[in-house]
Nanobody
Framework: QVHLVESGGGLVQPGGSLRLSCTAS????????MGWYRQAPGRQRELVAAITSGGGTNYPDSFKGRFTISADIGERTVYLQMNTLKPEDTAVYYCKFSATIGLYNYDYWGQGTQVTVSS
C-alpha cells in the first residue's frame, strides 16, 4: 500500500508563491508517475502537473509558466512550485501516485493540502 504525505499548503497573498511537496512511501515501484491535482469548491478535480520516474513532465496549458513540477526520484518525492498565485488558484491540492504493471493500473491519492490565495 502506497502512502502519500503532502505538505506546504497554506494562506498566501495574491502574487505570492508556495511550494508543495509529496513523499510516497511503502512502494517498490521503480517506474511511476506522480502528479498534482486540484479541486476547488463546486468544481471537478483537475490535473495541474505530473512527472514520471524518468523525468518527463506534463502540464495542461493553463498551468504552464506559473507552476513547475520537480522530483527527487530516489526519495519518491515530488514538488510543485507555484508562483504568481491568484485567488482562483484557491483549492485543495492532491498528490497522486500512479504505476502500471502489465494490465493493471495502481492509483493512490494523498489526503490533500489546502491552498488559499487571498489578501
Amino acid at each position: 500500500q502506497v502512502h502519500l504525505v503532502e505538505s506546504g499548503g497554506g494562506l498566501v497573498q495574491p502574487g505570492g508563491s508556495l511550494r508543495l511537496s509529496c513523499t510516497a512511501s511503502g512502494t517498490r515501484f521503480t517506474e511511476y508517475t506522480m502528479g498534482w491535482y486540484r479541486q476547488a469548491p463546486g468544481r471537478q478535480r483537475e490535473l495541474v502537473a505530473a512527472i514520471t520516474s524518468g523525468g518527463g513532465t506534463n502540464y495542461p496549458d493553463s498551468f504552464k509558466g506559473r507552476f513547475t513540477i520537480s522530483a527527487d526520484i530516489g526519495e519518491r518525492t515530488v514538488y510543485l512550485q507555484m508562483n504568481t498565485l491568484k485567488p482562483e488558484d484557491t483549492a485543495v491540492y492532491y498528490c497522486k501516485f500512479s504505476a502500471t504493471i502489465g494490465l493493471y493500473n495502481y492509483d493512490y491519492w494523498g489526503q490533500g493540502t489546502q491552498v488559499t490565495v487571498s489578501s
